[in-house]
């Protein structure tokens, strides 16, 4: 069972709509990310954050809006999608890599899966 | 930069005949590699790591994989493949440098097929 949780599994929005992604983990990991899958494909990053702060924007349009209101919550504010933003939105925690006993291998939540209309 | 590069899209296999999914990788300096595997409809789940040390590295559910540098290769390995080891595999690397942390360059994946 994974132990970062997300919410909602699915979600079906209209390109007008404002919805929010939810991500929480309770492993004590100071870095959470936001991956977008395609089917079959890699996950692409889009955010990362450490310590609270936003330390990696992978050039995300403006209509995906991160958010991380401590340190076990992240969420992924969502305006005026397109349908080709329709994918797997993965959370990810680790660590901070700070030695060779602690690389930061990320722990995946279970997605959820966007439909753009 | 960093590449990794699975050059099969699927590997099909027999019930208890060896599995083995292939990764070559590029990366400035010492590479911190790791293996994770997607069921579907699911999440990716971590299987192993190569840091530094030994280059035979065990992993979860009876993976292994080895680090082989002068071929800059990480090959995952399993001796008895399961009908349940039927899954996407990633690849992944980063570069062991600070300024290198948090982005895990992925391969494009490699579907296992394990039949009966």
């Known amino acids: 069972d994974t132990e970062v949780t997300q919410t909602p599994k699915h979600l079906v929005m209209g390109m007008t709509n404002k919805k929010s992604l939810k991500c929480e983990q309770h492993m004590g990991h100071r870095a959470m990310y936001w991956y977008k899958q395609k089917a079959k494909k890699p996950p692409e990053l889009m955010f990362v954050?450490?310590?609270?702060?936003?330390?990696i924007n992978e050039s995300v349009p403006s209509r995906f809006s991160p958010e991380c209101p401590n340190s076990s919550l992240l969420n992924l504010h969502l305006h005026a999608l397109q349908p080709e933003d329709s994918a797997l939105y993965l959370c990810?925690?680790?660590?901070?890599?700070?030695?060779?006993?602690?690389?930061?291998?990320?722990?995946f939540g279970e997605g959820s899966r966007l439909t753009v209309l | 930069a960093q590449s990794v590069a699975q050059p099969e899209d699927q590997v099909n296999v027999a019930e208890g005949n060896p599995l083995t999914v292939k990764c070559t990788y590029s990366v400035s300096g010492n590479p911190y590699l790791f293996w994770y595997v997607q069921y579907p409809n699911r999440g990716l789940q971590f299987l192993l790591k190569?840091?530094?040390?030994?280059?035979l590295v065990k992993g979860s559910y009876g993976f292994e994989a080895e680090f082989n540098k002068s071929q800059t290769s990480f090959h995952l390995k399993k001796p008895s493949a399961l009908v349940s080891d039927s899954a996407l595999y990633f690849c992944a690397v980063t570069g062991g440098t600070t300024d290198s942390w948090g982005k895990l360059q992925f391969g494009a994946g490699t579907q296992v097929v394990v039949t009966p």
């Open positions: 190569y840091i530094t040390g030994d280059n």
């Open positions: 954050y450490s310590y609270e702060k936003l330390s």
């Open positions: 990810a925690s680790s660590r901070i890599p700070d030695s060779y006993a602690n690389t930061g291998e990320l722990f």
